[in-house]
């Protein structure tokens, strides 16, 4: 203290603060000035490397390094617009979609890529907001016509599109459909009951009851469906392993409330709907009876229970 004091009084001149504060400042870390940079007003002047490239004037592509990989990642892309990008050497559909939070499918059909999912660098494609399809109106078509076509909900095409409810469509206008399905033409053949299904392929033992114990309480119906009854919050599996490109939660959704689309690797997909809980997110791989979802009363139903369809095949529970 002897040292301290004879220190402090040599200096107590140059200092308005008392020594005893002095030696707190100096010996508490929490009141020790930090060194700070000099802030730049250029944001970019801290990246280096290559250019930045800015797609469609709404978001950064991240800039690439020599693994073939993204070293940025951009956080969330334009919400409401549709984009276009680029292809780099070495992207894939997936590793755009994941990019975009958007999925495969939603690139795949809104660039009319139908074939090994082939892109080449340079290209251009067009990426939809949000998961869904993209379409140009035609001569006759209204919102109703063109949900129909593409199962969507009226109210979210409205909304999504900034429409108002019985809004007329010119030809050429270009009308996004939230979560929407791009379907081949099915040839439709009537039933007994009225409905119409799908003529498709037999696929022997390829799929699994996704509610085991339950009764089937409708058979053939709708699009190539069936219903399984059973109490609200059952667990339902996937039917077989694959790809899950629509987990919708929320809205009516055309009548499927809450529902959820697996892609299979034969070319198949299988629908879950009246959901109350997805358990599932699109991207994911499930394999064969994992969970899917559970019971619940969403959309157009009067009891609760699964709606099951096969798309791309028989489905085996419908007879």
Known sequence: MVLFS???GSVTGLFSTPPETMVAEIYNSQTLPILE???NPNAN???GGSEIVIVDDSALYPEVGSGGTADITPVQFNSDKISTYVVQEGDTISQIAEMFRVSTNTIRWGNDINTKDVISPGQRLVILPINGVRHTVVKGETVKSIATKYEGDIDEILRFNELSEGALLAVGD??????GEVHSAPVSVPSSGGSSYTKVPVVNGYFANPLPGSVITQKLHGHNAADFGAPVGTSIHASASGEVIVSKAGGWNGG???YVVIKHGNGTQTLYSHMSTNSVYVGQYVEQGDLVGFIGLTGKTTGPHLHFEVRGATNPFAY
């Open 6 to 8: 004879g220190f402090f």
């Open 37 to 39: 940079a000099t802030a």
């Open 45 to 47: 002047a801290g990246v």
């Open 174 to 179: 270009v009308v996004v459909i939230p979560n």
């Open 256 to 258: 499927y409330g809450n």
